[in-house]
């Protein structure tokens, strides 16, 4: 394993060595990536220098240029510390077998331990709490900043490991430009997108369609997905702004079950939405915002049956819905200080019901719950010196039943020459799900929220502005894991689970030349007690190359000590992934593209008695008008 991981290295140092002697011009150094301004350590546009937490930006560009309809792919490669788990060459699913899970430093997104976000508001299914992976598509996105570590004080619930804020696109520029992207490759697999962007003046709209499907590469597999997006947005003045947006997918997915134990029959039919709008405002000396958001689910699933056994009787129906009012606004109370207050207000529903499949007949609830959280927050930063900021917030979170929760963190940031030097502590928590507290055998009402403490050290620093690398450790501790575990007999959702993580990630950039650019990352990850889908390291390695109309990058992932079973009889898995994508634009408006992934044929799982595909390739074209 450590050989493996060494040749990731090893590589990652060749390809950067011969772009920089493959080439003759000189370096580019008009870009500092520590110069780079985020919004989710902090609601207001901040540069990173200045913030306490560490935030990965990854942008439309970065994420178009793999031709992928999910971001959380390119999030897998470009982002140490996260793992998404899959078992598929296109579609996540829900329910039993799923994969779309989203683990941080041990953490699994799985249970909603890491929040994903769409412009600051959650988004998670109301029921079992967890990510709607499908649902995060490129299309929609602008950028997107990665947060590793609490941020609850901020977002509250399932923030507990950090949050992937989904920034959405608008349009900059005055004029109407709609663009065609269509491709299709192995296990007839096509995806199409369709957009259109306008801004006349003050006004602006953003519109996307997409349509996909694939077969995928075991029988009872296929995945279909289709779905839009639409935003629109009007400055009022050079101080005030409006946007309201919709997105909705729907897709049908068949689940084929374990090698081990095949299932037939095993569909789900599930339609997500969101919508919300906002207000903002941006002044000199103080920025702010209130918006409203919806987020809904509906769901059908057939858990299927095992060959030459009786079909299932009953749909499982769900549905479910998260409302929120968020509103915040930051203001300076002394010469280098910004301080921002915050409250919100939300609401989560979930409904569980079984319903007959020969009458369509619903059966009695098995859940029907809506919990209510209202929220307050203060974050307070203050530039000490010209080098170094403090950052102290709290929240104080009250749930309609688990009750107050007060949600502290403390941190520095040191700017230092061409360098940051940042140190964290926070604390993260989250609630149980109305699914561990009320839904099925092992459920208990009587359960509390799940917490740990966080403890960061980051390094960041550039050379000659052309390379730039960085270097986190952190250490993680919690006692109060909601586990099942056997009481009087009975499965039982408990409070007893440990968690004791420590670890490191590495992030470097190189912009060898104006054509050449070098990307690696890398994780390693001590768990006390392990869990799945959270590889002890990873280490990831890529070369981008641009001149003219051609754009080609290639990349390799290694992945070791992947937990696919834990407990009496733990199971890991090591394996190398190997991409390549190009691109090659014949006119301003006409371009094609391929991309082929596991290029080295690897035979491996990500989930046991998941085989992941072979080899395969998708190729296409590109039009914009």
Known sequence: MKLRTLSVALVCLLLGLTGATAIAAEADTTSNYLDESVVTGTRVRTLSGFLPQTVSVVNHNELATTQRLSVLPTLNELVPGIFINSRAMLGYGVSTGAAGGISVRGLSGGTGQMMVLIDGHPQYQGIFGHPISDSYQT???????????????????????????????????????????????????????????????????????????????????????????????????????????????????????????????????????????????????????????????????????????????????????????????????????????????????????NQVIATGEDLAPMADKTENIFAGYVDFRQDLTSWLTADVGLRADNHSRSGLELVPQGGLAFRIGKGELKAMVSKGFRRPTIKDMYLFRPANPELEPERIMNYELAWKSSVSEVFTYGLNVFYLKGDNMIQTQMVEGKPLNVNTGPVENYGAELDLHWRIS????????????????????????????????????????????????????????????????????????????????????????????????????????????????
């Open 139 to 353: 299309l929609m996105t602008e950028r997107v900043e990665v947060l590793r570590g609490p941020a609850s004080v901020l977002y509250g619930s399932n923030a507990m490991g950090g949050v992937i804020n989904i920034i959405t696109r608008k349009s900059l520029e005055d004029g109407v430009h709609t663009d065609l992207n269509a491709g299709g490759g192995s296990f007839g697999t096509f995806q199409g997108v369709l957009s259109n962007r306008v801004r006349k003046g003050r006004f602006s709209s953003v519109v996307s369609g997409q349509y996909s499907r694939s077969n995928n590469h075991r029988p009872r597999m296929g995945f279909e997905q289709y779905g839009g997006y639409g935003k629109v947005g009007y400055e009022f003045s050079d101080n005030w702004s409006a946007y309201a947006d919709v997105d909705i997918t729907h897709f049908n997915a068949s689940y084929p079950g374990a090698t081990t134990s095949p299932l037939f029959d095993a569909d789900q039919w599930i339609t997500r939405g969101v919508a919300s709008a906002a207000v903002e405002n941006h002044y000199d000396k103080t920025d702010g915002s209130v918006s409203l958001y919806y987020n809904f689910g509906n769901h059908k699933i057939n858990d299927g049956h095992a060959e030459g056994a009786a079909p299932q009787a009953n749909w499982f129906r769900s549905e479910d819905a998260v409302a929120g009012v968020s509103g915040w606004q930051s203001f300076g109370l002394f010469k280098g200080n910004t301080t921002t207050l915050g409250i919100d207000w939300q609401s989560v529903h979930g409904k569980a019901w």
């Open 514 to 625: 104006n054509n050449w650019n070098l990307v690696g990352n890398g994780s390693w990850l001590h768990m006390e007690n392990p869990v799945l889908s959270a590889p002890e390291i990873t280490a990831y390695c890529g070369l981008q190359f641009h001149q003219n109309r051609l754009q080609v990058s290639a990349g390799g992932m290694e992945v070791a000590g992947l937990y696919t079973a834990v407990g009496a009889a733990p199971q890991k898995e090591n394996f190398f992934q190997l991409s390549l994508n190009a691109s090659y634009q014949f006119t301003d408006w006409l371009g094609i593209w391929v991309r082929g992934d596991n290029l080295l044929n690897q035979k491996y799982e990500i989930m046991a008695g998941y085989p992941m595909p072979g080899i395969n390739f998708m190729a296409g074209l590109s039009l914009s008008l």
